[in-house]
């Protein structure tokens, strides 16, 4: 079993800019965009689980899971940016969906990405990163961004995989070497 932790490379919330940029919102009116990028040899794996872990801040609420307290994970089938809303939202794969909770109890946010990081393997859709939404009314949620100053803190994308792995570690091995000379 393999175990990849990859930081999330860019995250924003949206339709305006948080305005502290160390933070990420979700509910209350927000939106939060990431992108992480996939090791190079995933593919060469069977990749059993993917998990988004975002730690919370105590600045924003609970959601919990009550009928307000649903969000959503999309992935993104465009690129986008903090300007991108300026012109339209990016499009999402609807089919792809990945609905969860908010546990009160919990300092970190896992959110099960498991399909659609495979369906990012299997280029259908491309990684474009994932959309992080949910009703207006719902609770706001805030979290360490990729800016935020723990860097044990900040957003990842952790893969558990089975398979292939190119760098295995070096093991010693008793032997006898004879040198004629």
Not at 17 to 36: H, I, K, W
Not at 104 to 121: H, K, M
């Amino acid at each position: 079993m393999n175990i990849d932790d990859i930081l999330v490379g860019s995250a924003f919330s949206v339709p305006q800019q948080c305005p502290d940029e160390r933070l990420l919102f979700l509910g209350g009116g927000y939106s939060t965009v990431l992108y992480a990028p996939l090791p190079p040899c995933m593919g060469f794996r069977s990749l059993r689980e993917a998990r988004l872990v975002l730690f919370k801040l105590p600045v924003g609420g609970t959601g919990g899971c009550g009928p307000r307290g649903r969000y959503f994970a999309y992935p993104l089938l465009d690129f986008t940016s903090v300007c991108g809303y300026a012109f339209a939202p990016p499009r999402i794969d609807y089919a792809l969906k990945t609905e969860f909770c908010d546990d009160p109890q919990s300092a970190a946010l896992e959110i099960d990405i498991t399909r659609i990081a495979n369906a990012w393997l299997n280029g259908c859709p491309e990684n474009r990163g994932l959309l992080l939404t949910t009703h207006e009314d719902a609770p706001r949620l805030a979290f360490a961004s990729d800016r935020f100053e723990i860097a044990g803190m900040r957003p990842m994308l952790r893969l558990v995989s089975d398979g292939i792995v190119f760098c295995q570690a070096l093991s010693a091995h008793e032997c006898e070497v004879t040198v004629n000379g």
